[in-house]
């Protein structure tokens, strides 16, 4: 919800609603979309065969995910839903999240465990929190150098949640294997991004969240809500519900 100022709306009585469940399945699916074209090296394998190459020694450090940890930061609806198809490929998976108690994350096949062990541990870390004053450069500099020079970053959350300049220069040092980023802090990204030129990185463009179906349910989901306002019904979603208190 970082794109609406929920205090302004609530200082003006103005309810906001959501639609939390739309893209579950897709944002989860291009998350292991980005991490297995990250470590199977899809992207670099096809633009070197379209240039030229046939050089199966070129791609010596494509390692099995099957035994590899996955780390997931915040254990939300998507993030669960990426557990479950990661396990299915043998994948341990690790979960902060300090707003669920261990027994929940577990319940769901996960480990809880702190931040700073997350991501050491890691073989690949994706990131499932929303943007806010609590998250907004979560993975700086000093966590970036906790991971595992071979590890693997997937963002399909906000872009604003990574220092972006501290991915790019550890990239280009060598010191994280690579990243799959589907948002960045600004969209487009400017052509100067650093990102835009640091080695083994996919972007795509603020695209997880799509497909035919997705936006269809989302339009509807969105009419619904606000037809049930309009006829004095309560509404599904609502963000800042104190709202409705202060109409009672």
């Known amino acids: 919800m970082d794109n609406v100022d929920l205090a ?6 103005i309810l906001v609603t959501n639609v939390p469940d739309y893209c579950v399945g897709e944002v989860s699916d291009h998350a292991l979309a980005l991490l297995l074209a990250l470590a199977r090296q899809v992207v ?10 046939w050089n199966v020694k070129a791609h010596a450090e494509v390692r099995r995910l ?16 990426l557990a ?29 465990v702190n931040l700073d062990r997350l ?5 690949a870390l994706s990131i499932h ?28 959350s906000r872009g604003g949640i990574v220092d972006e300049q501290a991915l790019a220069a550890a990239l280009a040092a060598g010191r994280l294997g690579g990243a799959g980023l589907d948002v960045t802090s600004v969209e487009p990204p400017p052509p100067d991004h650093p990102l835009r030129r640091a080695p083994h990185v996919i972007l795509t463009p603020h695209l997880a969240f799509y497909s035919r179906e997705s936006v269809i349910e989302l339009q509807t989901k969105a009419a619904d809500e606000v037809a049930r306002a309009l006829k004095g019904e309560p509404p599904r979603s609502p963000v800042n519900p104190e709202v409705l208190a202060h109409r009672i």
């Open 8 to 13: 302004a709306a609530s200082k003006a009585g």
């Open 44 to 53: 670099v394998a096809d633009m070197a065969v379209k240039s030229g190459a």
């Open 66 to 81: 099957c035994g590899q940890t996955l780390g997931l930061l915040g254990f939300g609806k998507i993030a669960r839903a």
């Open 84 to 112: 479950s198809k990661v396990q299915a490929l043998g994948m341990k998976v690790l979960a902060y999240d300090p707003y669920l108690k261990p027994e929940l994350i577990a319940s769901q096949g996960a480990e809880a």
């Open 119 to 123: 991501i050491a541990e890691a073989d």
């Open 129 to 156: 929190v929303p943007l806010s004053p609590e998250t907004r450069n979560l993975i700086g500099e000093r966590e970036l150098a906790l991971m595992k020079p071979t590890a693997l970053l997937i963002n399909t």
